[in-house]
C-alpha cells in the first residue's frame, strides 16, 4: 500500500508506532552506552539523575510568607484596676483660692478634651482660682458654668495644661450594678468598690473616702461621676456633659 494512500487516523496511528519503535530503540542504545562508558562516566550520570530526583522531590520554600497576625493577650482585672488608678491620677486637681501655698478648698476632675475641670457645687468655691494638676503645675481657670450640682472652671485658650487620658464620661444607663470602680482618697490612696445602684441623679458605690468633686472610675479608666457631700453617692457623668453643652455663665 502507498503511504499517500493512507487516512489521516491511520497516518496518526503510523506515527505513533514509529516514536515508539524509536524510543525502545534509543533505551536500549543508551543502556548499551552506559554499560560500555568508563566508570567516571556512569559515575557521572548518576550524580546528574540523583540530582534531579532530589531537586522535584524538595518541597517549594514560600519566600517571606504572609504571617497571620496573632492577637494581645488579654489584660487581666488587676492590670486593668492598676491602670483605671493611674488615669484616674493623672486627672485629679487640687482648687485653690489663691495662692497654692494655701490649703486646697475642692477636689476637681480635669477633663482634657474639654479643657475644663468640673467639681461638686458647693458654696464658697470662688469665680478665679488656681487649679493645680497632678504633675505639679498650675494654671488660673475661671468659674464658666455651673449649678445646683456642679461647677465648670475653664482655661485661656493660651493656657498649657497636661495631656491626660480623655475622661470618657459614660452615660449611667451603660453602668451596671456589681460593676468595679476606683477613686482616689484624699491622701492619694487608691481605693476600690463596687456599683450598688444606678439612677438619672445619682450612682451608689460601695466606696467611701470619696474627696467631694473628686472623680470616681471603672476598670477602662473612664469618669462615671464625682463625689458628693453624701458619702458613697455620685453626681453621674450625664450632668457633667450636659452641663459643659449649656450655655457659659455670664
Not at 539523575?49 to 497576625?69: A, G, L, M, R
Request: aromatic share 4%.
Amino acid at each position: 500500500m502507498d503511504i499517500e494512500e493512507l487516512s489521516k487516523s491511520q497516518l496518526l496511528l503510523l506515527t505513533v508506532m514509529v516514536n515508539f519503535v524509536v524510543s525502545i530503540a534509543t533505551a536500549v542504545l543508551t543502556v548499551s552506552m552506559v554499560d560500555n562508558a568508563p566508570l567516571t562516566v556512569t559515575q557521572t550520570v548518576n550524580r546528574i539523575v540523583d540530582h534531579t530526583i532530589e531537586t522535584i522531590s524538595t518541597p517549594i520554600q514560600v519566600v517571606n510568607p504572609i504571617k497571620t497576625p496573632t492577637s494581645k493577650p488579654t489584660p487581666t482585672n488587676e492590670q486593668l484596676l492598676t491602670a483605671a488608678v493611674s488615669s484616674d491620677l493623672a486627672r485629679t486637681a487640687l482648687i485653690y483660692k489663691g495662692a497654692t501655698t494655701t490649703p486646697a478648698i475642692a477636689f476637681g476632675v480635669y477633663l482634657p478634651k474639654s479643657r475644663a475641670v468640673a467639681t461638686a457645687f458647693v458654696l464658697g468655691l470662688p469665680k478665679e482660682a488656681m487649679i493645680q494638676f497632678s504633675d505639679g503645675s498650675v494654671e488660673q481657670a475661671s468659674l464658666s458654668r455651673s449649678d445646683d450640682n456642679l461647677a465648670i472652671y475653664g482655661f485661656a485658650d493660651d493656657a498649657k495644661l497636661p495631656t491626660v487620658p480623655d475622661a470618657g464620661l459614660p452615660a449611667a444607663s451603660t453602668l451596671k450594678q456589681g460593676q468595679t470602680v476606683a477613686a482616689i482618697t484624699k491622701d492619694s490612696a487608691a481605693t476600690t468598690g463596687i456599683i450598688s445602684k444606678v439612677s438619672a441623679t445619682e450612682i451608689q458605690t460601695t466606696i467611701t473616702g470619696v474627696p467631694v468633686g473628686a472623680g470616681v472610675v471603672e476598670l477602662s479608666g473612664l469618669v462615671i461621676g464625682i463625689g458628693s457631700a453624701k458619702p458613697g453617692i455620685l453626681i453621674p457623668a450625664d450632668l457633667i456633659s450636659a452641663l459643659l453643652a449649656s450655655p457659659v455663665n455670664k
